[in-house]
């Protein structure tokens, strides 16, 4: 599918004049197929069909009448990544504090100052800007840890922002730490379920997002039976942010004996955590999202990611973004970052000894990006893989881009080679919503208009 193909444009042209037909075809054809599925694995010269919304077939030679044909010949198709914690209201601030040095940085600044003084609007642009940023990198999934909800038009306004991209979106919802806020958290989440989130079969998914302990923003948003008792009343998951060190490992062993740890139960970092709370965690099954550029370049606990920790007690973890403004955006450096501070590790651990290094492999990170991601944000049958019955979120990277040729490993040349100028295409839940390198419907100028105007309203405000 080359990215200047007239016939390209003619491709899409059908796709959207069928968009409103539940029984619209899709067949990909002649690609190296990268399910992820532990039963297909990688597929060279593969088809895959979309039905509607739906993955309903992978293989070969495939045929399906009536389909519009998408000639996928020279590149990989993939799952969707999965982002399974970003606080995406700060995008109009992002890279704005490059070099911070700790969290207690970062907090002070963002989010005692900057968030102090967000109005609903600029939760809009900030999460709006940071969705149709993960959608054109390759995140088909975000789960959104909305930590800035002060008022419910500020959690209104982070949920419409999502609707508006066409993200597969999981709205996380929190008070502020800081600064003066209505105090309708955790109340009005029955309101935002009823309102937003009344299917079980939508984009948009809900979850209460809390923090381990009370030492940065006292009780009231520290996880515990309470805030437990919510999230089970209301059917969702909960995301706990801040997962570091001593008081953490007291908090998940409290945790595990008040039995409201497991599978719908995600602590974010886990950095420093001792050997005991890890073998709580992984008794319970609860899940685990990694954020490998912020815990090493912020410094988190022991700035290390904690993938041997969560692997040795049999969790597969999901993989993050975190905050923007001091960190990369995309999957890529995600993977990256995670494969060589691992496989450091192991080879300096076995240096000068006769053992041998326990190392991760490319397809490892992938399936962390992807599947375990999908897994950790609660959503395993729904995404994550290019499986026959899960929604089609997938990517179309070009295979034979200067970057990229020759294709010698598909999970490789994926992990180590792309970036997001090689994704021609994203699909969410069978719709384009990136074609021949674009992101589709966006008015950047527009866009580009209302997102500085937000950074200087907040700026202005928090300096003046």
Known sequence: MNVNDTTSVAVLDQLQRRSADPRRRILFTGATIVSMDPELGVIDRGDLLVEGDTITAVGRDLSAEGAVVVDAT??????????????????????IMPDVDDLGGYVMTTLAGYATVYRPEDMY?????????????????????????RTREHSDAAIQ?????????????????????????????????????????????????????????GPALAYGPELAR?????????????????????????????????????LIHS???????????????????????????????????????ALA??????????????????MF???????????????????????QPSRITTHDVLDFATLQGARTNGLAGVTGSLTPGKKADLLVIQAEDLNNMPLNDAIGTVVLGSDARNISAVFING??????????????????????ASREYVLNTTTG
């Open 271 to 309: 950095t420093g955590l001792t050997s005991e709370a890890w073998k709580a965690m992984g008794e319970t099954g609860t899940t685990v999202a990694l954020a490998p550029t912020s815990d090493a370049q912020i410094g988190l606990e022991t700035a290390i990611p904690a993938v041997d920790e």
């Open 313 to 330: 007690v049999g969790i597969r973890p999901g993989l993050s973004i975190d905050v923007e403004v001091a960190l990369a955006s995309d």
């Open 74 to 95: 020279g590149t990989v198709l993939t799952p969707g990544f999965v982002d399974t914690h970003r606080h995406a209201w700060e995008a109009q601030l992002r890279r």
């Open 431 to 452: 719709e384009p919503r990136k074609w021949n390198g674009q992101v589709l419907d966006v008015d950047l100028a527009a866009l580009r208009g209302e997102v500085h």
């Open 230 to 266: 919510v999230a089970k009343e209301l059917g969702i998951g909960v995301s706990v942010d801040a997962v570091f060190g001593t008081s953490s490992s007291e908090a998940v062993l409290r945790w595990a004996k008040d039995g409201i740890l497991g599978p719908d139960v995600t």
């Open 333 to 355: 450096t995600q993977m990256r970052a995670l494969l060589a501070i691992q496989r450091m590790r192991a080879v300096n651990a076995a240096y000068g000894t006769d053992q």
């Open 161 to 217: 922002a999502l609707l508006d991209t066409g993200i597969r979106g999981v709205h996380a919802s929190m008070g502020p730490h800081f600064g003066d806020w209505d105090r309708q958290w955790p109340g009005d989440l029955t309101r935002i379920k009823d309102q937003y989130f009344s299917s079980n079969d939508q984009l948009l998914t809900l979850r209460l997002a809390t923090l381990a302990t009370d030492e940065i923003s």
């Open 125 to 149: 642009i900030g999460t709006k800007l940071a969705a149709l940023t993960a959608i054109d990198s390759g995140i088909t999934t975000m789960l959104d840890f909305s930590h800035n909800s």
